[in-house]
C-alpha cells in the first residue's frame, strides 16, 4: 500500500512563500495536486523517479518549483517550493504517484492523504 504524507502548509501573505514536503514510501514519480474550497482536486506539478525531468500546470509555471530528495533509504521525499503566492493558490495540498503511462497530470492511486492547508491571505 503507497503511503504519502504531506507538510509544509500554513498561511502566508500575498508574494510569500512556501516549500511543501511529500514523503513517500516507494519511489514513485510523484505529483502535487491540489483542491480549493468548492473545486475540484486539480493537478499542479510533477516530477519522474530520477528528478530529471518535470512539469507544471501553467498556473503555476515560473512560480513553483518541484524538486526530489533519493538519497535516504527508506523515505524518498519530494519538495514543492512555491513562490510569489496569491490568494488563487489557497488549497489543500495533496501529493500522490503519477502514472507516467497516462501522461503526467494522471494519479494512480485512489487513496489520498490528508494533505497540507496552504492559506495564502493578507
Known amino acids: 500500500q503507497a503511503q504519502f504524507v504531506e507538510s509544509g502548509g500554513g498561511l502566508v501573505q500575498p508574494g510569500g512563500s512556501l516549500r511543501l514536503s511529500c514523503a513517500a514510501s516507494?519511489?514513485?514519480?510523484v505529483g502535487w495536486f491540489r483542491q480549493a474550497p468548492g473545486k475540484e482536486r486539480e493537478f499542479v506539478a510533477a516530477?519522474?523517479?530520477?528528478?530529471?525531468?518535470?512539469?507544471?500546470?501553467d498556473s503555476v509555471k515560473g512560480r513553483f518549483t518541484i524538486a526530489r530528495d533519493n538519497d535516504r533509504d527508506t523515505v524518498y521525499t519530494v519538495y514543492l517550493q512555491m513562490d510569489k503566492l496569491k490568494p488563487e493558490d489557497t488549497a489543500v495540498y495533496y501529493c500522490?504517484?503519477?502514472?507516467?503511462?497516462?501522461?503526467?497530470?494522471?494519479?494512480?492511486?485512489?487513496?489520498w492523504g490528508q494533505g497540507t492547508r496552504v492559506t495564502v491571505s493578507s
Open positions: 500522490n504517484a503519477i502514472d507516467l503511462n497516462r501522461g503526467w497530470e494522471s494519479f494512480r492511486f485512489d487513496s
Open positions: 516530477i519522474n523517479w530520477s528528478g530529471l525531468s518535470m512539469y507544471y500546470a
Open positions: 516507494e519511489r514513485y514519480a
